[in-house]
């Protein structure tokens, strides 16, 4: 059954109205006009990074023959060094919105308010455009888990205005559209994590955050107006967030750093919803972007399974598309594994790259292998692995572990294992 969820606004009640208030304040200072270029079925211009870039072609995974770089620049991922989140190893929902056309609302997603589809310059894939105020929710995440970790990926236009709406996104107990409506009109009460972020300030040099968790409408834990410098418009655009819940306990990162850590954050049942929210109606031409959704369970325990077991699996080894350039935020992952080697010695693994079957198979197989060594070289250059005990190897799409057509199905494919030798 379909939520269209009514005019109520996913926002957190008290820091909203303090925000409101400052940004009344700060009125004089909003001078600066927006210069987003939004046109369905092209691509954005460069006014989104600055970098004036040819665009990247929109895929999964890979469209043009594998790079040649074996790794990341040297130190490149020690600007993650302090990222601890490790993310599941099971893929139960993706999004990329390969599967919609541009210029249309997402198939999987319902909204009492709009957006589209689009493509933009310098940044691989199709994103949800939104700038109107409403309630935004994706369908495909019936239900969550105690234990789960959600990603994304979010951007903004670069001249994004401080009075301009905050993006909302909560972990939500949903039982009606009704309820949840009443709860926005002050006459109910929410259950529910809510996380809000806006990439501009004040003293327009940080981004702000904050949130609110709350159980039939009190608020049991709340921080307001936290700066972050890890979403920007003027300075960094585009971040990754990563949730991660492990039953009561919620931990949220931007990019590498961890902006929320409450341990006692969802102490209710029946989180079932990912809502996200705009709340200011004089958010547009101002406009926030997100894709690349990645729902996955299961804590991955390393150590037993490469020492008794003798194979660990893992999805949370990220690459950029159509490269073997290994993302920073796949730091956590990597630290793991280097730690299991360095406290066994004696320990030695082969490396295996595999990938989905979008693509010729010839170009699949080249690529996983390219894939099994830049984690080799990470292994070995960030983390002082011994490459004596590292072998790698590639298998391209000839051994999926699922073989549905799913975005998620294709999220599980796209994985490295280590095997005990």
Known sequence: MKYIIAAGVLLIAGSA???????????????????????????????????????????????????????????????????????????????????????????????????????????????????????????????????????????????????????????????????????????????GFTTWVLPNSPNGQTGKTGYDADVNGESISRLQDQETSQFHGKTKNFMKVSIWRQKQRVRIYFNEQKVVDVAKGLTATGYNAFVLSLSTARTEPDQYFISNIRLAVGAPDMRNKLLTEGKFTTTGILFDVNSDRIKPESYGVLKEIAGVLKDNAALKVKITGHTDSDGEAAYNLNLSKQRAAAVKKALATEFGIDVERLETDGKGESAPVDKATTPAAKANNRRVEFEKL
Request: proline share 7%; net charge neutral; hydrophobic share 35%.
């Open 17 to 191: 109205q303090g925000q409101l208030l400052n940004k009344l304040k700060n009125l004089a200072k909003d001078k600066v006009e927006n210069k987003v270029v939004k046109e369905s079925g092209k691509v954005m211009d460069s006014a989104l990074d600055g970098k004036g870039k040819k665009p990247a072609p929109a895929t999964s995974d890979k469209t043009a023959a594998a790079s040649t770089a074996a790794a990341p620049a040297a130190g490149e991922l020690k600007v993650y060094s302090a990222f601890d989140f490790i993310p599941g190893d099971k893929v139960i929902a993706w999004e990329d919105f390969s599967q919609d056309a541009k210029g249309d609302f997402p198939a999987k997603w319902n909204t009492n308010a709009g957006g589209e589809i689009v493509t933009l310059e310098g940044h691989p894939g199709q994103w949800l455009a939104l700038s109107k105020t409403g309630v935004y929710m994706p369908e495909f995440i019936p239900t969550l888990p105690d234990n789960f970790t959600l990603e994304f990926d979010l951007g903004c236009n670069p001249d994004f205005r401080y009075l301009s709406s905050p993006f909302t996104f909560a972990i939500a107990a949903l039982k009606t559209p009704e309820q949840y409506t009443r709860y926005m009109q002050g006459s109910g009460g929410r259950t």
